[in-house]
């Protein structure tokens, strides 16, 4: 547990990493991850041969970025080994051959990866940046807006952003941005670039739409309705079934059972006010960290983030001690040595939601302190919402 005297943030953050590295030395037995904090798996450190060369251009840095993106990027972008990345295999065809916006939006996604280790790379991102939202509000402006919206560049940006603003409003309980659901109820088969199937999106985005309600009028979580829509949510989350046309990849199946686990555990601690302390949230909690540390394991670090946030946030603040990997060892401990190896694997933002992580544990300690609600029923309402605005867990 934190220290309720402490008040200074990345502090807390040093003490923690540092009770990480020496719990995690001595007791974890998946000393080829955890410990050192460094090591990234084979996989994404070999080069992508799918596109071999760039066509010639005049400038340097479109070429070295071109080829960051494709040996470090695009391997970080699919969530199995055996599967290619739509990003290098779609997604970059595309922008070589029609699209000048999309080929411009990879170099200034390089750029902005390459600053966060080269900080003389953040001027080249952001000018990247401003010239691809040039090319896209020229776009946009262009023609009839119906012919626009089957633009498979549209099509794109909107259904990686309806991904993201489901998983973000997950966190916080925010509006939809997306009025038309992307996500289809009856589809089990599971989407190699989201780690889970589509049907699992549609229920997680029904759940969002339920907590909204109840946010908005805290007494229809009483009514006969309100019970119903979530029974039935909790129902299709028990018997979801997920599949994958790869009937040997066992690594997508067990990311999307993961998700399907952290689900369930978001659904209770949401729709029915469960807390850390709560029985289903004390025996899931371990195993979905369990089958986190088998997915490092099979070098699969894509499609984590949510798991990891949704288990992170509702670790018990009086008992920190969890069983992974047959050891006995802190679960706070834990998720930060899972943060810190998934930073050198993904693209995601694993700094921001770090910080959130933390700020919720810190919240949750300083809360002992007072022990009241002051009015607010839902944990998850009092200590994940208030520091989760515009939090990215895709």
């Not at 807390?12 to 990480?20: H, N, P, Q, T």
Request: aromatic fraction near 6%; charged fraction near 20%; proline fraction near 6%.
């Amino acid at each position: 547990m934190l220290s309720c005297d402490q008040d200074d943030q990345a502090g807390i953050e040093r003490e923690l990493m540092d009770y990480a590295v020496e719990v995690t030395t001595l007791t974890s037995p998946r000393s080829k991850y955890i410990p050192a904090f460094t090591a990234v798996p084979p996989r994404y450190l070999a080069p992508s041969p799918i596109i071999p060369s760039f066509p010639p251009v005049g400038d340097i840095n479109t070429t070295l970025l071109f080829q960051y993106y494709v040996n470090r990027l695009c391997p970080l972008t699919t969530p199995n080994r055996s599967t290619d990345s739509p990003f290098a295999t779609i997604v970059l065809p595309f922008a070589l051959s029609a699209s000048q916006s999309t080929l411009q939006s990879l170099l200034a996604l390089s750029a902005c990866h390459k600053s966060k280790t080269d900080a003389s790379w953040g001027p080249v991102a952001m000018q990247l940046e401003a010239r691809t939202l040039h090319f896209l509000r020229g776009r946009l402006n262009q023609g009839d807006s119906v012919e626009i919206s089957r633009d498979p560049e549209i099509i794109t940006i909107k259904r990686f952003f309806a991904y993201q603003d489901v998983l973000g409003r997950t966190a916080c309980a925010g509006v939809p941005n997306f009025k038309s659901c992307a996500w289809t109820s009856k589809a089990h088969e599971i989407n190699i670039s989201m780690g889970c199937s589509p049907e699992l999106f549609h229920i997680l985005g029904s759940i969002t739409d339920l907590i909204k309600l109840k946010r908005k009028d805290p007494m229809c979580a009483s009514e006969e309705s309100f019970v119903n829509k979530a029974a039935v949510l909790k129902q299709r989350l028990d018997g979801l079934v997920q599949t994958v046309h790869q009937d040997d990849d066992r690594v997508i199946l067990h990311s999307a059972e993961l998700k399907r686990q952290a689900a369930i555990l978001y659904l209770h601690c949401t729709l029915y006010n469960a807390s850390p302390s709560t029985v289903l949230v004390v025996r899931r909690i371990p195993e979905i960290l369990q089958s986190i540390s088998l997915c490092l394991d099979s070098g699969l670090v894509t499609s984590l983030t949510w798991p990891v946030f949704v288990a992170a946030v509702e670790l018990n603040p009086l008992d920190d001690m969890i069983i992974v990997n047959n050891r006995s060892v802190s679960g706070r401990a834990f998720i930060l040595s899972i943060l810190a190896v998934m930073s050198t694997c993904t693209i995601a933002n694993l700094e921001r939601t770090r910080s959130v992580i933390v700020d919720v544990w810190q919240r949750r300690d300083l809360s002992l302190l007072v022990n009241t609600m002051q009015g607010i029923t839902s944990d998850w309402e009092k200590y994940v919402e208030p520091v989760s605005i515009n939090l990215s867990l895709g």
